[in-house]
């Protein structure tokens, strides 16, 4: 992985799941109910090709509904397991195992589904030395939980928010009148934040590399203008100390053609809004041998 694996804050993960389990349990579980509830084990069991993650999520669930529950995990978090692989079992009380499983595995598919995609994103572009990024386009109100799904899968966070990162993109270079000019005026209101400029031509291009930034965002450029942008970039003076990023329009078919122009990063909406979620299942009883 491109970095250390951290998950969200503890308080984090928990208001996650205190929302998922409100808007799923209301009033209470009238089907587990119907159940005695006495000491139960459980499995849960991905059924296809993944990589695995949720597991604070997953825990989270069940934690709330049995304090006392035990959960072995047989994988890793960002582990890749093969179709059929139990990666967890259980042992409980039967109601609260009962009630936590539509809503722990919700956490575990969508958030597996998100590390899937992204590791493939990851391996087509492996050994161009191009860094995979997430954008802004999560699942809303899960997106401290998407963006650690996207590290588990390899790739890398772009900005969390509108807070922690300056974008200038055409409409600020329209009223500024310029790229230098929006840079300037980025930097004197906000000078410690990291500043991403999006640029439309190589004029453009040569103008933030002069004024400078912590990274330039080449917008709908052609493949022979993406590969003169990066000879611009890393010749002298620049010598490469601003990286160059590209988004927008790319698809897994068309990636590696991408890296190997020499882009520095490429980030994709689709690894946080494109969801498939992980076929995996929980059920009741002792996991299977085989």
């Not at 590290?151 to 969390?160: E, F, K, L, P, V």
């Not at 080449?218 to 590969?227: E, I, W």
């Amino acid at each position: 992985m491109s970095a250390p694996l951290h998950p969200p804050a503890a308080e984090v993960v928990e208001a996650d799941v205190a929302r998922a389990l409100a808007e799923d349990i209301g009033s209470g579980d009238v089907t587990a109910a119907l159940l005695p509830d006495v000491p139960e084990i459980a499995y849960v069991l991905c059924k296809e090709e993944a990589v695995i993650c949720g597991r604070p999520w997953f825990d989270a669930c069940h934690r709330a509904l049995d304090p006392q529950v035990r959960i072995d995990w047989h994988v890793a978090e960002g582990d890749h397991v093969a179709a059929g692989t139990v990666v967890a079992t259980l042992a409980g009380r039967s109601r609260a195992l009962v009630t936590g499983e539509r809503t722990g595995l919700n956490f575990l598919q969508t958030l597996s589904g998100t590390a899937t995609t992204t590791a493939a994103y990851v391996q087509a572009v492996a050994g161009t030395g191009t860094r995979i990024l997430d954008t802004r386009k999560t699942l809303p109100g899960l997106r401290q939980a998407q963006k650690y799904a996207v590290r588990a899968g390899g790739g890398d966070n772009h900005r969390h928010g509108l807070y922690d990162t300056v974008m200038l993109k055409e409409n600020h270079v329209r009223v500024a009148g310029s790229v230098a000019a929006a840079i300037a005026a980025a930097r004197a209101q906000l000078p410690d934040l990291p500043l991403v400029v999006e640029v439309e031509t190589l004029e453009q291009l040569r103008e933030a590399l002069d004024a400078g930034c912590e990274r330039i965002l080449v917008d709908d450029f052609s493949a022979d203008q993406r590969r003169e942008a990066v000879r611009i970039a890393r010749g002298h003076p620049h010598d490469g100390r601003i990286p160059l990023e590209v988004s927008g329009g790319v698809d897994l078919a068309g990636l590696r053609a991408i890296a190997e122009d020499g882009v520095d990063v490429i980030s994709i909406g689709a690894l946080t809004k494109h969801v498939r979620a992980i076929d995996l299942s929980m059920k009741l009883g002792p996991a299977p041998t085989t």
